[in-house]
Nanobody, 125 residues
């Protein structure tokens, strides 16, 4: 079992930045592929970004590419999502997710086994 706790959400004006963090409980965090998925009110969940176990492989949705950066610190059992140039359409609950893998470069969009409780990001116009 892995417990994931997100933090760093809040209210920001359009054009601003936020940095989300996701702390994992497992000491074997380094063997988990990680991702961020968001869900806006009344909408389906949307893949945002993913990062491989080793951190060398990343993948972004077209809607955030060039504005968001996913990274991880395996020594701190934490994955980050740096969000710049935020837009009102980025408003959503952001979820951190994890899946144990055996290959260092594997990533996923939605196929995760563990999910956090989410953190609200609100971008005002």
């Amino acid at each position: 079992q892995v417990q994931l706790v997100e933090s760093g959400g809040g209210l920001v004006q359009a054009g601003g930045s936020l940095r989300l963090s996701c702390a994992a409980s497992r000491r074997t965090f380094a063997t988990y592929a990680m991702g961020w998925i968001r869900q806006a009110p009344g909408k389906e969940r949307e893949f945002v970004a993913a990062i491989s176990w080793g951190g060398d492989t990343t993948y972004y949705s077209n809607s955030v590419k060039g504005r968001f950066t996913i990274s991880r610190d395996n020594g701190k059992n934490t994955v980050y999502l740096q969000m710049n140039s935020l837009k009102p359409e980025d408003t959503a609950v952001y979820y951190c997710a994890a899946r144990e893998v055996s290959a260092i470069d594997v990533i996923f969009e939605y196929e995760y086994d563990y999910w956090g409780q989410g953190t609200q990001v609100t971008v005002s116009s």
